[in-house]
């Protein structure tokens, strides 16, 4: 709304100069699968294909957390995906998006920004967001792996296959003593594997592609395929990073950006092969 924005210190479509400090939104992605991917020193290893369409700033409101004042960071509700059966949206749900003038999306999650980085109501942010060789933070759900046994669930190693043993090769053992006669809290024991939210961080971006709207990262990540992953920026990397991202996001022309763009470590899939062995080898090839 008008009043809302008017409280910000950040116009749509201003830059703000990068400083340690300054936490920025973060857009939702999901999981299409993993690939390989070859490095110029002959190295070689897994990637993870995650699109990242157009997300959309539901809402933007004051957060006022444990010992936080107004001023101190604000809630940005992204929302992507739209949503295929509107008849399976709750009608309050609705209001909250036809209020916004945005159509009913599958996924949203609230971001915590600094009030320098606050987006209006109805922006749009997409994979320009982010830059190839940045780092991320990934936030998701693990896999869902049902009820479980302490040997996969835990690692325990079971019990002999001997003689005399009767059903007794992958249960846990003692799980207390006569004495205490009780059970301790978070004892591992059988029950629910996976689906649990995690965080995996310090993930980078390897490749770009701005007309398909998909990323590949290096390494393996959490969730299934399909599942809905949220990605910000890494924590543990913004001393290094900071002066290098776009604040409050990017917001200059997407032509510059190019189709696609490989990290320099990548070996491209139209690059030939004799031009790679000579710029390994060296003038010994020939």
């Known amino acids: 709304s008008s009043g809302i924005n008017?409280?910000?210190?950040?116009?749509?479509?201003?830059?703000?100069?990068?400083a340690l400090g300054l936490i920025r939104t973060g857009v939702i992605g999901r999981k299409h699968g993993t690939t390989t991917l070859f490095f110029r020193d002959g190295s070689y290893g897994d990637g993870t294909i995650i699109e990242i369409p157009e997300s959309t700033v539901l809402a933007n409101r004051p957060w006022y957390g444990v010992?936080?004042?107004?001023?101190?960071?604000?809630?940005?509700?992204i929302v992507a995906f739209d949503h295929e059966a509107l008849d399976e949206v709750p009608l309050l749900t609705q209001k909250e998006y036809y209020s916004a003038g945005v159509s009913?999306?599958?996924?949203?999650?609230?971001?915590?920004?600094?009030?320098e980085c606050a987006l209006p109501e109805g922006y749009k942010l997409d994979l320009a967001h982010f830059s190839v060789g940045q780092y991320v933070d990934l936030h998701g759900v693990t896999i869902n792996r049902g009820f479980q046994g302490v040997m996969r669930r835990w690692g325990y190693k079971g019990q002999g296959f001997d003689r005399g043993r009767t059903k007794t090769h992958r249960r846990p053992g003692s799980i207390s003593t006569q004495g205490l006669?009780?059970?301790?809290?978070?004892?591992?024991?059988?029950?629910v594997m996976g689906n649990?939210?995690?965080?995996?961080?310090?993930?980078?971006?390897v490749y770009a592609n701005y007309e398909r709207n998909y990323i590949i990262v290096k390494g393996t990540?959490?969730?299934?395929?399909?599942?809905?992953?949220?990605?910000?920026?890494?924590?543990?990397?913004?001393?290094?990073?900071?002066?290098?991202?776009?604040?409050?996001?990017?917001i200059g022309?997407?032509?510059v950006l190019g189709t696609e763009v490989y990290d320099p470590r990548i070996i491209r899939p139209d690059e030939a092969l004799p031009d790679l062995l000579s710029e390994k080898l060296g003038p010994e090839l020939e």
């Open 6 to 18: 008017a409280e910000w210190p950040l116009r749509p479509g201003e830059a703000v100069q990068p």
């Open 67 to 77: 010992h936080q004042d107004q001023n101190s960071l604000r809630e940005l509700k």
């Open 104 to 115: 009913p999306k599958q996924a949203q999650y609230t971001f915590y920004v600094s009030p």
């Open 181 to 191: 006669a009780r059970v301790l809290k978070g004892k591992k024991l059988a029950g």
């Open 196 to 205: 649990q939210r995690r965080t995996l961080p310090n993930i980078q971006i």
């Open 221 to 250: 990540t959490l969730g299934a395929i399909g599942d809905f992953l949220y990605l910000t920026d890494a924590q543990m990397k913004a001393p290094i990073q900071a002066p290098l991202l776009f604040y409050p996001t990017y």
């Open 253 to 255: 022309p997407r032509d």
